[in-house]
T-cell receptor, first 113, second 117 residues
């Protein structure tokens, strides 16, 4: 049930764009995105609910394709501070309406000057 | 406002010994989670509380792991006895509403890095 993230790692220069993908084999209720810097706690970026909505956070935005059970995180004009590991968390509805949030293995993003 | 507070930050124990982690969530947050994060992996949910009720503990290894949140505020996670494979970072998170409600986010603590030798 763990979502699959791609790529596993990406290196880019400051100002370049990047896309991180997250896909699931299960029907999704929502997708969450977090960023974790080395030795620190994961920090919430955004949540997307089913309905295909797209949300943004500064120069970071995301989309959620409910039919394909996929989400993509878009980092535009990346900054040095964007470096870290990005995790998607997918939420499915289990029996009894108990929702379960499962995180992917992460995408390590490195932004170079 | 204080964030999620966990203690200790680091713990080294010998295998077969017991260990306990403590978490104080953000004030007013009803939902509390314990996650385990192995190196290079995403957080793995161990247990989720709504107030003092454990609503999802399906991934908690109940033969050696236990958790409690007696008054619906702070929580402890215990391992007894610890095994070498339990070495990981144990993260606590809290949320003002159940996961999935609009605009809900989870706030993570700094975690406890456990090393079992």
């Amino acid at each position: 049930q763990q979502p699959v993230q791609s790529p596993q790692a990406v290196i880019l220069r400051e100002g370049e764009d990047a896309v991180i993908n997250c896909s699931s084999s299960k029907a999704l209720y929502s997708v969450h995105w977090y960023r974790q810097k080395h030795g620190e706690a994961p920090v919430f970026l955004m949540i997307l609910l089913k309905g295909g909505e797209q949300k943004g956070h500064e120069k970071i935005s995301a989309s959620f394709n409910e039919k394909k059970q996929q989400s993509s995180l878009y980092l535009t004009a990346s900054q040095l501070s964007y470096s870290g590991t990005y995790f998607c968390g997918t939420e499915i509805v289990r029996a009894g309406s108990a929702r379960q949030l499962t995180f992917g293995s992460g995408t390590q993003l490195t932004v170079l000057p | 406002e204080a964030g999620v507070v966990q203690s200790p930050r680091y713990k080294i124990i010998e295998k077969k010994q017991p260990v306990a982690f403590w978490c104080n969530p953000i004030s007013g947050h009803n939902t509390l989670y314990w996650y385990r994060q192995n190196l290079g992996q995403g957080p793995e949910l161990l247990i989720r509380y709504e107030n003092e009720e454990a609503v999802d503990d399906s991934q908690l290894p109940k033969d050696r792991f236990s958790a409690e949140r007696l008054k619906g505020v702070d929580s402890t996670l215990k391992i007894q006895p610890a095994e070498l494979g339990d070495s990981a970072v144990y993260l606590c998170a809290s949320s003002p509403r159940p996961v999935g409600a609009r605009n809900t986010e989870a706030f993570f603590g700094q975690g406890t890095r456990l090393t079992v030798v």
